[in-house]
């Protein structure tokens, strides 16, 4: 076997097509033969994954690899995936977020435990607990799961601050499903409203101070900042202190008077503006789904981070301090007043990836927002 691996190696280079090695690992799961499949991957890795950049024979393969074992049902099959990730060097963060999603999204729960008492990372386990809770699975009493779960010793980890249930805001969050040949997800930005706010030209709108600071601004665009790192998008994040109570129908003309870049001339005759009301359902719905599958030219924090980075941004516009606990902002968010908002500026792209939240405050005396826009 060795030998047969070694020839694969030494001719990926040269390859114009490499559906023959897909077919080959196939053909090896499809006989029983997970291991060769992952030593497969592990001598690819070992001799290949510092040109991953700029070989697309080895980046094509190895994802090929690794979503055969993963995606495919079967303890062992799990178990080899685990080998496989916890043995490439190469191995970092993005990988372990990867192959937990894939785990989660294919396997049943009862066989992924092995991951908690084998050759697992610290972090491909703490996704994985997470990857979980999305689907609905109760992890905290999950044989061969639990223990580790609910164990205080990784309360330190980022991902620790979460619970270990699915909250009623969060609902059934929108997932994307994978293959062996790729996964595809749905895009959910735009309007989901309940109504549409009526803006009232002749209305009143109260002075406001911004008291935006550095601290607030990466908070409330925690969910989409990857979209900014990794791709080509823009994040306006801005928060306000209002003289005034802010009635419902004075949002849009509140919205206009701030001076948002993403609204620079809106409101005209000839640049379209909306604003609608929204539960703070529809806002989380579109964080999460903007922090977990990324924008135009990336993949996005994965299923736990994404979880985690809409919190992060629910709390900064909700006017909760980052840190707080789960069920502290979703309090505070439900007590809110949340609206979606869209222009036809020059700031929104206006592809697929155009984001626009605002929640104003119980007593409608401070107005948070945040506007994301990407592109292809």
Not at 76 to 83: I, K
Not at 130 to 157: M, N, Y
């Amino acid at each position: 076997m060795a030998d047969r691996i070694q020839k694969i190696v030494t001719k990926l280079p040269g390859l114009k097509s490499v559906t023959d090695v897909w077919k080959t690992a196939d053909s090896s799961l499809e006989r029983g033969d997970a291991a060769f499949v992952a030593d497969l991957a592990i001598a690819l890795a070992g001799a290949y994954a510092t040109d991953a950049g700029r070989m697309w024979q080895y980046r094509s393969v190895f994802d090929y690899l690794l979503r055969l074992l993963a995606t495919t049902p079967g303890p062992g099959n799990v178990v080899q995936a685990l080998r496989l990730v916890s043995s490439v060097e190469a191995a970092d963060r993005k990988v372990d977020r990867h192959t937990a999603s894939l785990l989660a999204s294919s396997q049943p729960a009862e066989d992924l435990a092995v991951a908690f008492t084998g050759h697992a990372t610290e972090e491909l386990r703490a996704c994985l607990v997470h990857e979980l809770v999305l689907r609905g699975v109760d992890v905290s009493e999950s044989p061969g799961i639990a223990g580790w779960a609910t164990s205080p010793h990784w309360s330190h980890h980022p991902l620790g601050e979460l619970p270990l249930a699915l909250s009623e805001l969060e609902g059934q969050p929108d997932l994307p499903s994978y293959s062996v040949r790729g996964g595809s997800h749905s895009i959910p930005y735009g309007p989901s409203a309940n109504r549409e706010v009526q803006r009232d030209a002749r209305a009143h709108v109260p002075s406001a101070e911004e008291t935006t600071t550095e601290a607030v601004a990466k908070g409330t665009g925690a969910a989409v900042t990857n979209w900014a790192d990794e791709s080509n998008g823009r994040i306006e994040a801005r928060a306000f202190d209002l003289a005034a109570p802010l009635a419902a129908e004075s949002v849009p003309s509140m919205l206009l008077a701030l001076g948002l870049a993403c609204l620079e001339g809106a409101g005209t005759k000839t640049t379209a503006f909306s604003v609608e009301a929204c539960p703070p359902e529809h806002a989380w719905r579109i964080l999460f789904a903007a922090a977990s599958t990324g924008g135009a030219y990336n993949s996005g924090a994965g299923g736990a981070y994404g979880r985690l980075a809409a919190w992060q941004s629910m709390a900064g516009l909700s006017g909760m301090a980052q840190g707080s606990l789960a069920e502290e902002v979703e309090a505070c968010a439900r007590a809110c007043a949340w609206y979606a908002f869209g222009a036809e500026t020059k700031w929104f792209e206006r592809v697929a990836w155009d984001i626009g939240l605002v929640a104003v405050s119980p007593e409608r005396r401070r107005l948070a927002m945040l506007a994301a826009t990407d592109t292809d």
